[in-house]
């Protein structure tokens, strides 16, 4: 295990520097957050965390992880550039003030990461949807195949091929009650699936949306559906996927203005902005 930390601290130190020169990245606090409700936890979650932490190391920025829902209070989050949330799923809080920390902290101008099955997290909740962007629907079978770049100067996508194959294998991901503005960043390419699913979904043709982000209620999200293997955390070319994510969403540089917050519940509606 050390020695594949040990190559994986290599390649980051390789690793293209695109996405660090347009932030200011010793100025830059995350907080990851992992935690799971009743159901499939990934195994990827420790490897999640440490590539984290690692990456904050080599750019300069500070990274705090936790599973406890407790975090997500005004006081504390107002403290964080960006939240990601590394394959959560279910349902991750515990009460409904903490669920409107979250929205006042996206309201307040924070910055939303979300990684894999964050899609299928709180998937009643129809804020947490708008934020993200979708909801988890199914995925196809591990295996590998193709990533096509729709936005190539995309600081998630710019370091990759305009076809980037996910040789080693990955979760196809369908996702439905998709939002109607997301700025489409990949897509999947069914058309290199291996076998028939009569479960496919053809909205899009053969492909599907995997990487997208938007502004959202004062803030700004980025979500990519790849991920699933925990070997992913430790490959170069998928770090700096998650690095250009984070990159985006904290790229206007501003500290979180909590006059511009106003959720009282979880069922608010979207203002207008």
Request: with cysteine; glycine share 8%.
């Amino acid at each position: 295990m050390m020695m594949r930390i040990l190559v994986f601290s290599i390649c980051l130190l390789a690793t293209h520097a695109v996405a660090a020169q347009a932030v200011n990245w010793k100025r830059i606090k995350v907080l990851v957050y992992t935690k799971n409700g009743e159901g499939f936890v990934h195994d990827n979650i420790e490897n999640s965390i440490m590539a984290l932490k690692m990456l904050g190391e080599q750019h300069g920025f500070a990274v705090d992880a936790t599973d406890d829902p407790a975090a997500f209070t005004d006081e504390n989050l107002r403290q964080y550039d960006a939240l990601v949330f590394s394959n959560t799923n279910n349902d991750v809080f515990d009460t409904d003030a903490q669920r409107v920390a979250l929205m006042r902290y996206i309201q307040a101008g924070g910055g939303f990461v979300g990684i894999h099955s964050a899609s299928g997290t709180e998937r009643k909740w129809k804020w947490f949807k708008q934020l993200l962007g979708a909801t988890f629907y199914w995925h196809d079978k591990f295996q590998p195949f193709a990533v096509n770049i729709i936005d190539a100067k995309h600081p998630s996508v710019k370091h990759l091929p305009r076809r980037w194959v996910r040789v080693k294998g990955d979760e196809f991901y369908y996702l439905k009650q998709m939002s109607v503005n997301l700025h489409v960043v990949a897509v999947n390419d069914a058309t290199t699936l291996r076998g028939e699913n009569e479960r496919r979904i053809d909205t899009f043709g053969d492909v599907f949306p995997s990487v997208w982000c938007h502004e959202f209620d004062g803030g700004r999200s980025w979500y990519t559906s790849l991920g699933h293997d925990k070997g992913d955390y430790l490959d170069e070319e998928f770090m700096q996927h998650i690095l250009g994510g984070i990159e985006w969403v904290v790229a206007k540089g501003k500290k979180r203005d909590y006059s511009r917050a106003y959720a009282t519940s979880p069922q608010d509606e979207v203002r207008e902005r």
